[in-house]
Nanobody, 119 residues
Framework: QVQFVESGGGLVQPGGSLRLSCTAS????????MSWYRQAPGKERELVAS????????NYAGSAKGRFTISRDNAKNTVYLQMNSLKPEDTAVYYC????????????WGQGTQVTVSS
């Protein structure tokens, strides 16, 4: 059974930090480019950050640059999103997304984890 399970969300004050994790099972994790997306109430889902299979390339949305860091540990089948200097506008449900880098296998979404930035 394939699963991508996020964890690490919660309530944090502005300026605080959170570290999200997304752990995969039932797949060959290194076959996937991993991304974090987020969706705020009433808004479309947007890309936050992505990382290639060997961590050689990382991309960030403008809102995340300088504050968020994406990383992965293929031995643990896990991708992380370290979020610092959080702002109320970072409040959203955060999803991990697995995009296969080869043909013939499907992509996957995690179930999401809520991040709320509020005083």
């Amino acid at each position: 059974q394939v699963q991508f399970v996020e964890s690490g969300g919660g309530l944090v004050q502005p300026g605080g930090s959170l570290r999200l994790s997304c752990t995969a099972s039932g797949v060959t994790f290194s076959l996937y480019i991993m991304s974090w997306y987020r969706q705020a109430p009433g808004k479309e889902r947007e890309l936050v950050a992505s990382i290639t299979a060997n961590s050689g390339t990382r991309n960030y949305a403008g809102s995340a640059k300088g504050r968020f860091t994406i990383s992965r540990d293929n031995a643990k089948n896990t991708v992380y999103l370290q979020m610092n200097s959080l702002k109320p506008e970072d409040t959203a449900v955060y999803y991990c997304y697995a995009n296969p880098r080869i043909l013939g296998i499907r992509d996957y979404w995690g179930q999401g984890t809520q991040v709320t930035v509020s005083s």
